[in-house]
């Protein structure tokens, strides 16, 4: 028997969460949700998909193609997990979900607040023995919004809306994960996500996101990261970003919010610095304010956590930026070291 469903990223209006109901059952692991079949988890079981790209919508080495091959590459990066995405072109302007090719195109028939959808077809039947697998991914972009293909920018989470933050995201749903809308995940139902990571803005998966593709498609290669961000959860799969002060006296005490993930494959133990700057660039050459130290997080594991601190008396007026480095004794040896230092997503004036 054929099957097809539905997974859409929404835009949630005025803070209401908007989702699409499921009509297919779904299995839990750690966090991370995916589809089953008379017991059987239904993904590609050669472990990897063609994404046939349309050159009409996202020509060849244009920023469109580079900001989704870009998505593609962070899912094809996460270690202990086999699965690749690979790019074909589709060069006749059309799409079929009946051709067993997984299409990715702007889609003039979607409307806000569905930001894209991937129609996902998969086959489950028993003759003598089971028989199931993922068949066709289709993904289409909402044409009728506006989209950013720059680094995301925190002063505006709404239109124009990030194509490769949707792109990682509808990806998810291509290798066969469902949304995980408990805790802040790239599968949450609602835009942004679990957003970016670190100071340069990267759409990375979550380390929630990384154990689902592990589990569906297990290897033995290891990684070792650890990534600060400026979004937490706030329920129902959408997120915010973390709270710190816009103004504060010199002396006073204040307190931000901050959010940390364990994308390793293993548990790792760490410091976490928290820093005065005279620049949104969080360095360990700026001012310590103070120190988390033995913080740790089991693989998979994304937190969000609250921290006081002092402004110092002997600094001088003016704007500045509160920020926090992960590992900043670079007591763990990571495989990516850039996600680590992310400052506040607003300067605070110091008086």
């Not at 670079?330 to 070291?337: K, R």
């Amino acid at each position: 028997m054929t099957r097809r469903a539905s997974h859409r990223m929404m835009l949630s209006l005025k803070g209401i969460a908007t989702g699409l109901l499921t009509m297919l059952a779904v299995s839990h692991a750690e966090a991370y949700t995916y589809r089953t079949c008379g017991g059987h988890t239904i993904r590609w079981n050669r472990q990897w998909d063609n994404r046939w790209i349309s050159t009409t919508s996202f020509p060849a080495g244009s920023v469109w193609d580079a900001r989704y091959q870009n998505a593609m590459w962070h899912w094809n990066n996460v270690k202990r997990s086999a699965f690749d995405f690979f790019v074909m072109r589709d060069t006749d302007g059309t799409h079929n979900q009946w051709n067993g090719r997984s299409e990715v195109y702007l889609d003039n028939s979607l409307s806000l607040p569905t930001l894209a959808v991937t129609i996902v077809r998969y086959h489950c039947f028993w003759f003598f023995g089971w028989h199931y697998e993922l068949d066709e991914t289709d993904m289409g972009f909402n044409n009728n919004v506006t989209w950013n293909l720059n680094p995301l920018d925190y002063s505006n989470l709404g239109l124009p809306f990030s194509f490769e933050g949707v792109a990682l995201h509808e990806l998810g749903h291509a290798l066969g994960l469902n949304h995980e809308d408990r805790w802040l995940a790239t599968l949450n139902s609602n835009y942004p996500a679990a957003g970016t990571m670190g100071h340069w803005r990267e759409w990375d998966p979550t380390g929630d996101d990384r154990e689902g593709a592990r589990f569906m498609y297990p290897d033995r290669t290891s990684e070792v990261d650890i990534a600060g961000s400026v979004f937490t959860s706030i329920g129902g799969g959408s997120s915010a970003l973390v709270t710190s002060p816009v103004s504060a006296a010199r002396g006073s005490t204040i307190r931000i919010q901050f959010t940390f993930s364990n994308l390793s494959t293993s548990t790792q133990t760490f410091d976490i610095g928290f820093y005065l700057s005279s620049n949104d660039f969080i360095s360990k050459f700026d001012r310590l304010l103070g120190t988390n130290s033995g913080a740790w997080g089991n693989p998979g594991f994304t937190g969000s956590f609250f921290r006081s601190l002092t402004i110092p008396a002997d600094v001088a007026p003016g704007q500045y930026w509160l920020g926090f480095i992960v590992d900043n004794a670079e007591g763990v040896g990571e495989a990516n070291e850039v996600n680590n230092n992310m400052e506040m997503p607003r300067p605070i004036q110091i008086n």
